[in-house]
């Protein structure tokens, strides 16, 4: 059935309900939440009430639907609700400095513990150096000292007058002491004990011998006299070191009594403080008062830094769970890194260089990436799949997982995880993750798929008004009066091209209402008016069409061959959509068509140049389907014919040129001209029905223009699919010409209706006989088929004959 629309049917406008009257947007309620997602908001609420393992959220929609906004406006609004979490710190592991502790504190327990810490040094640092330099402990430490000489001197005595006995005496050397032959109290030279006697030289060489064994006691027994000496100033140490520092310990224990690992760690800093006293000393100890001692403590680099508390997560400011949204998703800012400084020409760390990630920040509420920069960081995604299985975090650099070698570096203790992950994605992502990632399905069991659409029904009418104001307001934008509104919402089914619809990508309907405001400003206008969006939106398409005005122009020149009136055999305008990612617009295509005898079928020109999809090449071989159970019920199908896209240089797609094909093809076959004022979409099937198409706003705008250019006749008009009136939002001067009666928009259900339209014959439809009635197209094509497969059956006896 043909059906010439009417005006009205090409364009929704949008008319305000009685119960809503408005004049403008500035006194209207504020719309809170998100417009027409119904289906993501049930999702999200869902998948944040369910606290199961593997409950996280894959928000699915394409970009400008407004799913960020709303994802970080709920996930607040619940954190707020819950509880705030446990700060999270790393300690000095004094049995194994290089696996650090990690202990959990109440909320703004770890900056108390930090300073705390803090304040226990500086104190001790003060204290330490005051009482060693006390009298008492002088004392002390002078009298053992003291009876350490006296005691190492009568050794020493005691073991010279032996040996005088025997005619030697004693000199210091670098291992101990050693003999020397003494006359009248003087010692031999060399010389005068080579000038010697032998007997005498023998003698004192006995003598000598006989006296290392007494050395060797004396070497011992200073030795012992040293050690127990060190003992007893280490002791003496001890006390007074555990004097200034025991109630400043106990004072933090009786504070920090309820964490188990805080007060083991006191326990072992007072040790340590006790054991390297040293540390705490303002002045640089004098070389050692032992001759004996072999060696001397070096300085250490930070020695104090053991002491200090690593505060990796600060939840002190915290009203509610924390809400973390990761920008740049790399490893380390996910998961945390060991960060290095340089020192002497090499790399050199410590426990107080741990750094968190966002898993850690997130810890105990939620963390909000996006999907795309977390796949394309390496090895950012397993780490993510891995802490979400085991529930801890190891913070480990990205070096460890492409090394060969493992290398000795900082181990820290893993920290338990408990986080609700929402990852942001288009749903092309989703869908890959789904098919070939097995652990995705089980982490992620909650989707919540943002919609590009909503009905458009009063109450969607009166969000979107609201949206409006809303964003006036919190944008400091000029205000919309009801007329404009209305434009904005025509221009929202524009976008989705549906007159039954309201676009939900509300990025691309503030973007007209930043413009429409900045346009009413420089027009003079208190309140936005309906010209102004409408300007707004003339300016943006203007901007973005410069490939639309040159493609217009070569077809206006002739550069590129396209026919508004006149009637072709094997002719026909296809319609085309071509998308430049911020424009797309409509354009007429000369389709042609070939036949001639033979058994090759439909051959699809841009198929065997490979500019063709896939879509379209199985748009062309339905219709060897349909002319086959059209006119070879009683006769082989004796036919070659090639089907192209004139003058198109990428590749075509989509099948939505599939009925202009076939009526090229009849046109040929039959020999009957099609017009060429008339413009074609709609796809077609093996019955010959035909099937709605995208893009039919676009493509109609496309040929309108075209035909404005090279002059409108009042006979030109555009065929598209019934189905598809719905999806008409026109511009207004096409709709102005239509009602004019300068431009015509035909709907049809079946390949005969475009037939009649196209040729002014009727298509024709079999009798009871099976015939097709005379002067029909399809009689004309059925004949010449029947002719050539007649041709073809004797070219093949005659083959034969031959053979």
Request: proline share 5%.
């Given at each position: 059935m043909i059906t010439e629309l009417k005006p009205e049917q090409l364009r929704k406008v949008c008319t305000w309900p009685e119960n809503f009257k408005f004049d403008c947007t500035e006194n209207m309620e504020l719309e809170e939440g998100i417009i027409g997602q119904e289906r993501a908001v049930r999702a999200m609420e869902f998948g944040l009430d369910v606290t199961s393992p593997g409950y996280n959220i894959f928000v699915s929609g394409i970009t400008g639907t407004g799913k960020t906004t709303y994802v970080r406006s709920i996930v607040n609004r619940v954190a707020a609700s819950q509880s705030v979490p446990p700060d999270w710190v790393y300690l000095y592991n004094f049995e194994d400095p290089n696996v650090p502790i990690a202990v959990s504190l109440p909320p703004g327990m770890a900056v108390k513990l930090q300073r705390d810490m803090n304040d226990l040094v500086e104190e001790l640092k003060r204290r330490i150096p005051r009482v060693f330099e006390s009298e008492e402990y002088n004392k002390q430490k002078e009298s053992t000292l003291r009876r350490f000489q006296e005691q190492s001197n009568a050794a020493l005595e005691a073991v010279s007058e032996k040996a005088a006995k025997a005619g030697l005496g004693l000199v210091r050397t670098p291992t101990g002491f050693?003999?020397?032959?003494?006359?009248?109290?003087?010692?031999?030279?060399?010389?005068?004990?080579?000038?010697?006697?032998?007997?005498?030289?023998?003698?004192?060489?006995?003598?000598?011998?006989?006296?290392?064994?007494?050395?060797?006691?004396?070497?011992?027994?200073?030795?012992?006299?040293?050690?127990?000496?060190?003992?007893?100033?280490?002791?003496?140490?001890?006390?007074?070191?555990?004097?200034?520092?025991?109630?400043?310990i106990k004072e933090l224990e009786e504070r920090y009594k309820d964490y188990d690992k805080v007060l083991y760690y006191l326990e072992q800093v007072k040790h340590d403080i006790i054991t390297n006293l040293g540390d705490f000393k303002q002045d640089k100890e004098e070389l050692s008062s032992f001759p004996f001692s072999t060696l001397q403590r070096?300085?250490?680099?930070?020695?104090?830094?053991?002491?200090?508390?690593?505060?990796?997560?600060?939840?002190?400011?915290?009203?509610?769970?924390?809400?973390?949204?990761?920008?740049?998703?790399?490893?380390?800012?996910?998961?945390?890194?060991?960060?290095?400084?340089?020192?002497?020409?090499?790399?050199?760390?410590?426990?107080?260089?741990?750094?968190p990630g966002a898993i850690h920040r997130a810890n105990g509420g939620y963390l909000i990436i996006n999907a795309q920069d977390v796949l394309k960081n390496p090895f950012a995604w397993d780490g993510l799949k891995r802490v979400l299985k085991t529930k801890e975090a190891r913070i480990e650099n990205l070096g460890e997982h492409v090394r060969v070698e493992s290398t000795a570096g900082m181990q820290p203790e893993p920290i338990p995880i408990s986080v609700k992950v929402i990852i942001l994605g288009h749903p092309y992502i989703y869908r890959l993750l789904y098919y070939y990632d097995d652990d995705f399905k089980k982490l992620f069991k909650i989707k919540a798929d943002f919609e590009v659409q909503m009905d458009r029904n009063d109450e969607n009418l009166l969000k979107y008004a609201r949206f409006v104001g809303s964003v006036c307001r919190r944008e400091n934008l000029r205000h919309f009066d009801s007329q404009a509104v209305g434009k904005v919402i025509e221009y929202s089914s524009r976008l989705v091209e549906d007159q039954k619809k309201l676009s939900t990508r509300f990025n691309e309907i503030v973007e007209i209402l930043y413009e429409a405001s900045a346009w009413a400003t420089r027009n003079g206008h208190k309140l936005v008016e309906r010209a102004d969006v409408e300007q707004a939106i003339e300016e943006k398409v203007y901007r973005s069409r410069m490939v639309e005005e040159k493609l217009q122009e070569m077809i206006a020149r002739g550069k590129i061959l396209v026919d508004t009136d006149g009637s072709v055999v094997g002719q026909v305008n296809g319609l085309t959509v071509y998308d430049l990612g911020d424009h797309s617009f409509g354009l007429p295509t000369r389709i042609t068509a070939r036949a001639y005898m033979g058994r090759s079928g439909v051959v699809n020109v841009e198929r065997e140049t490979e500019m063709s999809g896939r879509i379209h090449s199985k748009g062309v071989l339905i219709l060897s389907g349909y002319l086959g159970a059209k006119y070879a019920q009683d006769k082989p199908l004796a036919l070659s014919a090639s089907l192209c896209f004139e003058q198109t240089y990428d590749e075509v797609d989509g099948d939505s040129a599939s009925s202009a094909e076939l009526y090229a093809l009849l046109s040929v076959l039959s020999g009957i001209p099609l017009r060429q004022d008339i413009a074609v979409t709609g796809s077609v099937n093996q019955k010959g029905e035909i099937q709605p198409v995208g893009g039919v706003t676009r493509k109609i705008e496309g040929f309108y223009d075209i035909c404005k250019i090279k002059g409108l006749t009042g006979k030109q008009g555009v065929i598209i699919p019934a189905q598809n009136v719905d999806n008409l939002m026109l511009r207004e001067d096409v709709v102005e010409a239509v009602r004019l009666g300068k431009f015509h928009i035909y709907a049809i259900t079946d390949v005969d209706d475009g037939i009649e339209l196209l040729t002014s014959m009727k298509a024709g439809t079999r009798d009871e006989e099976g015939r097709f009635p005379e002067g029909t197209v399809h009689y004309l094509v059925d004949q010449r088929l029947r002719e050539w497969a007649e041709k073809m059956q004797e070219f093949t006896s005659q083959a034969e004959e031959g053979i």
């Open positions: 050693a003999t020397i032959p003494m006359i009248d109290g003087r010692p031999l030279k060399q010389e005068e004990f080579e000038a010697l006697d032998p007997e005498t030289r023998k003698m004192i060489e006995e003598k000598s011998a006989e006296m290392q064994s007494e050395l060797s006691n004396l070497v011992r027994k200073l030795r012992d006299l040293e050690k127990q000496a060190k003992a007893k100033i280490k002791e003496l140490d001890e006390q007074t070191g555990l004097y200034a520092v025991g109630h400043l070096g300085d250490q680099l930070s020695p104090l830094i053991r002491y200090k508390v690593n505060v990796l997560v600060n939840n002190e400011k915290l009203q509610g769970a924390p809400v973390v949204f990761e920008t740049n998703p790399t490893y380390s800012n996910l998961f945390g890194k060991v960060e290095y400084r340089g020192q002497f020409g090499v790399f050199v760390t410590d426990f107080t260089m741990i750094r």
